[in-house]
């Protein structure tokens, strides 16, 4: 039903109204940086783009330029004023019983009549700070909150490291899954990954520096900064030590929370960021480079091995924590894998559902190739059940067309990567449905540390192959191998999940040999 009609008057003036209201609110993502050409855009406002597949194993380390990009909001913007009054703030509070008390009571928690605990004898950093009070801190504090306020140059004065890691959207390859039944988010090909080598400062020299902030009366003068620059990383026993008195003083103390300038909260548990052998830093360079502004600058938090969610981009602030961060993206559907049958997250408690956290184990195929020599004839009792009769098959070059189910051989090549530290022992391809395996030969990236393997590895592997029913085309399966021999499962059938995260099934191709 119809009711009235707009004067055509009255409609001319609400358009103009819109027009200006549109040309007076400025438009978020006005600053936003220029991007690589290459990438393949998934959508612009804000930024999604992946890595193309040909492109990903290009380069050990992926240029900056072409690393993928994953945003929720745009790109915040700081002009030369606002980097020049940019602090990182260190929340501080867990460690200081008064102050904790206070914004327990602040927010509606703690008790009035709570005794509060005798200090331990001081005999580290840590323990230093966690004797002082609010009433004694720097101006850095607030009544009910210990914060220290750390400038560009004070993080840049402590020792720099630098750390190989790879970075990988949960989601990608969400769009296998979407081949399956629709899921929610952007459909990525496997080009959701990229890796580089990250520089910065310790997570535990920048907690520590803020600890000596607020236990300080005033800021340091330009002479005690400049004096910072030769101050030397903590000592592995000092660190040690440290560590160890957070147990044991501070069992409240779960988790490091981060805030980004755009908003965004989220956070890993203190076991991993605390942890000399974590290696999670304050990041302020990429691959030799001040961090691009769509990859974080100035700051951003690497925590390798883990989902690259939790490497927050932009970092403004950082906390000690008795509980994870709160928002959607720790704590909501956003990063949190639903069972296979479940379409409505009203169904399960998420509160009992952990986050994503530390990845499992990844591979894919970027390159294969014709060779140029046919098939030789089967050298085992085995082969031969497997592959039949291939007695010199023409192939590269030919236009004698291939039969369904003869063998042919090709080329081809990856990557593979698992979370956690875990090493790549191993990477498996098929060319007949798994009936058999090559093991494929890692090029790059098989010298990592023991249980430090923050990167991907590059492998290659010349491959049987059986040709399909079409005659023209084969089929090449992949699967990654870490060294808890944690290994990719074969059907994606199983770990489809409505938000669409984690497709780790053996990575497929297709492809033309005619």
């Known amino acids: 039903m119809r009711i009235g009609q707009l004067h055509p008057a009255d409609q001319d003036r609400i358009d103009e109204q819109m027009e200006n209201v549109t040309e007076q609110t400025p438009d978020p993502y006005e600053h936003e940086p220029q991007r690589n050409s290459q990438l393949i855009v998934h959508g612009d406002t804000p930024m999604n783009a992946e890595v193309p597949q040909g492109v990903i194993t290009e380069r050990y380390l992926t240029p900056n ?20 009054e940019f602090r990182l703030e260190v929340d501080l509070t867990l460690m200081f019983p008064d102050a904790l008390k206070k914004r327990k009571m602040a927010e509606g928690g703690g008790d009035n009549d709570e005794e509060e605990e005798e200090a331990l ?3 580290t950093a840590v323990d230093i700070v966690r004797r002082e009070t609010t009433d004694t801190t720097t101006s850095t504090s607030c009544s009910n909150s210990v914060v220290a306020k750390l400038s560009l140059e004070q993080i840049k004065s402590l020792p720099k490291v630098e750390l190989t890691s790879t970075l990988q959207c949960s989601g990608n390859r969400r769009g296998g899954f979407n081949g399956l039944r629709q899921t929610s988010g952007t459909p990525w090909g496997q080009g959701a990954i990229s890796t580089a080598s990250w520089g910065g400062a310790r997570l535990i020299d920048v907690l520590m520096l803020a600890m000596e902030q607020v236990s300080k009366d005033d800021q340091a003068s330009p002479d005690e900064e400049k004096k910072e620059k030769e101050k030397k990383s903590s000592s592995l026993i000092e660190t040690l030590h440290s560590l160890q008195a957070l147990i044991d003083n501070h069992p409240e103390l779960q988790h490091l929370r981060f805030e980004s300038l755009d908003g965004m909260l989220a956070s890993i548990d203190a076991n991993k960021g605390l942890n ?18 769509d ?11 883990y989902a690259a969610v939790r490497n927050v981009k932009w970092l403004k602030k950082l906390e000690l924590a008795e509980e994870e961060a709160e928002g959607t993206w720790q704590r909501g559907l956003n990063y949190k894998i639903l069972p296979p049958t479940v379409l409505d997250a009203k169904e399960v408690d998420l509160n009992r559902m952990p986050g994503l956290s530390e990845e499992c184990v990844f591979s894919g195929i970027t390159k294969v190739e014709n060779l140029s020599h046919t098939v030789p004839l089967p050298t085992t009792a085995f082969e031969e059940e497997i592959f039949g009769s291939m007695s010199m098959m023409p192939f590269a070059g ?7 189910g003869e063998t042919v051989l090709v080329k081809t090549s990856g990557w593979a990567y698992a979370g ?4 790549i022992v191993r990477v498996d391809v098929t060319g007949n449905n798994g009936k058999s395996w090559q093991t494929a030969t890692i090029t790059e990236g098989s010298n990592q540390p023991l249980r430090r393997a923050w990167a991907w590895v590059f492998w290659e592997c010349e491959v049987p192959a059986i040709v399909c029913e079409d005659g023209v085309s084969v089929e090449l399966a992949c699967k990654g191998v870490d060294m808890a021999f944690n290994t990719q499962p074969e059907s994606m059938g199983g770990m489809w999940n409505v938000r669409g995260l ?3 099934s053996y990575y497929r191709v297709k492809h033309k040999v005619m």
């Open 295 to 305: 990859h974080g600058y100035p700051l951003r938090v690497i925590v390798p091995g």
């Open 276 to 293: 000399p052998f974590g290696d999670v830093i304050v990041a302020y360079e990429m691959n030799g480079e001040d961090l691009p502004r």
């Open 65 to 84: 330029e072409l690393f993928y990009i994953r945003h929720h909001h745009p790109v915040p913007y700081l002009s030369e004023g606002d980097l020049e």
């Open 398 to 404: 030919s236009r004698t067309p291939l039969t369904p």
């Open 121 to 123: 004898p001081a005999t």
């Open 502 to 504: 984690v497709n780790n």
């Open 420 to 423: 956690g530290g875990r090493n």
